[in-house]
């Protein structure tokens, strides 16, 4: 008998490969558009304040925080899959509409979809794979996340170098290649099963009666989850910050400040990223299960402030953005992001685990989509200095927070993890559970 569309189950480290894959899209989209903002500036003729709005309500910021904020609920109430039966749809219909774009309302409108898109699938992203993860291996599978997000920049840069002679077409070729990349992943995915913490933790509020629609409230009412909440934000917004407008801006300012070509800027950009793909893989993935996490971060946060000081405080020349790439790239592969993707996914139980997740990215977007809208006016009024150095005293303030405040959490299972923080709670829930069997 045949099987039918979707019915080839996708398991172990597929599932987790499929699901990351939220993350090259994402990064990806930022990417693509950065790579050929300045075609799309010469060809609809975008002033300063389009050029931010751009950046605003794309998949780096705006669109992909308020995608995050109903992905998150939906994730929570519906399930890990129903995010991925239809998440990418809606991402293919807003990258069409970029590809076809022949205005700025055009634009606009492909990449706002886009980024909702983008954003519904990354908290789910991070949940499904942690919660589907051996305890010890959580860093690895969760860097697979991490890896995928490292290696879309990475194709849609170095694409943009060799179609750069093809000038806007070749920016439109490199959105419909992840037009193609969503939808093999998007039938890959209907194999998924649903995540079984998702679906025991359904099954315990059903025999309880137990109400899910107040998990906003104990997210913001209980002392633990503020806890949480001031670290993750602290490390995730404010790292974001000064990466989130890279993502968009980088090869932007390779070539207004650092006088290189649309072309050196991307491949630069480019050669940035192969060195988090190494990192990632040789650093977060082989040793954030065995090793100190508050160490690796550490280094990892010391690497970023030190990039962004050189590129800064010294002219610009090539061996100084050579050093910056190395530094920023290296860093980038096992620092805030990772550990935030980990984290966020050990610190709050089943019930709203991808509801935090979204309300954090929610935050975080929005603060990059703000300090995104202004950037490119700051740097043309005031100069690059004062743009670079708010975004090393961003980098600070995440450093300081993510080395005080790392959790012990390497190594226990999320079950173990979810009864040492909520204590007595989560004790009482598993006795009712029971109790009602």
Known sequence: MAKGFGSKKTTGWKATASVAMANYIEAGSIVAGAGG????????????????LLGAVSANAFGAAIGALLGGYLCDKYGRKFIYT????????????????????????GYIITGLAVGAGVPASWTYIAEEAPSDKRAAHTGMAQLAWSLG??????????LAPLGLLGSRIIFAHLLVIAFITWYIRQGLSESSLWKEEKKKQQQTGQASTSSVKELFSKKVNRRALFLLLGVYLFWNLTAGAMGFFMPYIYETVGGLSASAANLLQSVLWIFTVICTYAVFMKLGDKK???????????MAILAWVLLVYAKMTMPVLLVFVL????SAGFGAQAFYGLWASELFPTKYRARAQGIMFFIARIGVGLWTAVMPTVISKLGFAVAGGIMIAFLIVAAVIGIVYAPRTQGKTLQQIERER????????????????
């Open 422 to 437: 909520y204590g007595d709670e989560a004790a009482a829930e598993v006795q009712a559970s029971s109790r009602a069997l």
């Open 86 to 109: 239809y998440d990418l749809l809606i991402y293919m219909l807003g990258m069409l509409i970029t590809i076809c774009s022949v205005n700025f309302p055009m634009l606009l409108i």
């Open 153 to 162: 920049p990475v194709l849609a840069l170095l694409l943009s170098v060799l």
């Open 292 to 302: 100190s996490r508050r160490a690796i971060y550490a280094v990892s946060a010391i």
């Open 327 to 330: 530094l920023w790239g290296c």
């Open 37 to 52: 903002l300045s075609l799309w500036v010469e060809y609809l003729h975008l002033d300063d304040i389009k050029i931010g």
